[in-house]
């Protein structure tokens, strides 16, 4: 079964950069983009970027342009997302999402809290 | 700044029919928009509903459907049940990347 596995939470002080890992199994891992959403406490859920396994190539929000980066390890089926200059207003839930054909975000990561406080 | 819309809240009664609908700042929503639909319960996980406009996951339960209503994507929920209780969220496609919409509170009372 589809299955994308996230790293545990994280507390981080403003101005530092945070890691968040997916791991995916029960399908081949360069098939399907993984894409990431992120969704503040009590707030509505945010498209971060997308990255195509296969090759490595990524597609970022505007928003998140310069501060975000999104790299895979195709030999442990693993995507990282990077985030850096963290602000408090980055404290959020941070999911991977597998889009299986365009806009079928079909499995997601179970969330990763990020925390940003000083 | 493109933004898309939903209803803040509705609230419909057990067994009625409620639609949810999701607009574009850009203009009329179509299918080239690839409209998607996600349901979130407190202290879930989003769980994907609706795909491309009308397509169902093989867990979507039969009494949800998705269509183009009016120059927006559309939700429509007959039979509601109480455990429809939920904030369910809208997703566009704009070329560029993806752009959800606020989210709809949907109460069953």
């Known amino acids: 079964q589809v299955q994308l596995v996230q790293s545990g939470a994280e507390v981080k002080r403003p101005g530092a950069s945070v890691r968040v890992s997916c791991k995916a199994s029960?399908?081949?891992?360069?098939?399907?983009?993984i894409n990431w959403v992120r969704q503040a406490p009590g707030q509505g859920l945010e498209w971060m970027g997308t990255?195509?396994?296969?090759?490595?190539?990524?597609n970022y929000a505007r928003k998140f342009r310069g501060t975000i980066t999104m790299t895979r390890d195709t030999s442990t089926s693993t995507v990282y997302m990077d985030l850096s200059s963290l602000r408090s207003e980055d404290t959020a839930f941070y999911y991977c999402?597998?889009?299986?054909?365009?806009?079928?975000?079909?499995?997601w990561g179970q969330g990763t809290l990020v925390t940003v406080s000083s | 700044q493109t933004v898309v819309t939903q209803e803040p809240s509705l609230t419909v009664s057990p067994g009625g029919t409620v639609t949810l609908t999701c607009a574009s700042s850009?203009?009329?929503?179509?299918?080239?928009?690839?409209p998607s639909w996600f349901q979130q319960k407190p202290g879930q996980t989003p769980r994907a509903l609706i795909y491309?406009?009308?397509n169902k996951h093989s867990w979507t339960p039969a009494r949800f459907s998705g269509s183009l209503l009016g120059g927006k994507a559309a939700l429509t929920l007959s039979g509601v049940q109480p455990e429809d209780e939920a904030e369910y969220s809208c997703?566009?496609?704009?070329?560029?990347?993806?752009?959800f919409g606020g989210g709809t509170k949907l109460t069953v009372l």
């Open positions: 999402v597998r889009e299986v054909v365009t806009g079928d975000f079909d499995y």
């Open positions: 029960g399908y081949t891992f360069t098939s399907n983009h």
């Open positions: 990255i195509d396994p296969n090759n490595g190539a990524t």
């Open positions: 850009t203009g009329a929503v179509t299918s080239d928009y690839y």
């Open positions: 491309s406009t009308n």
């Open positions: 997703l566009l496609f704009y070329g560029g990347g993806w752009v």
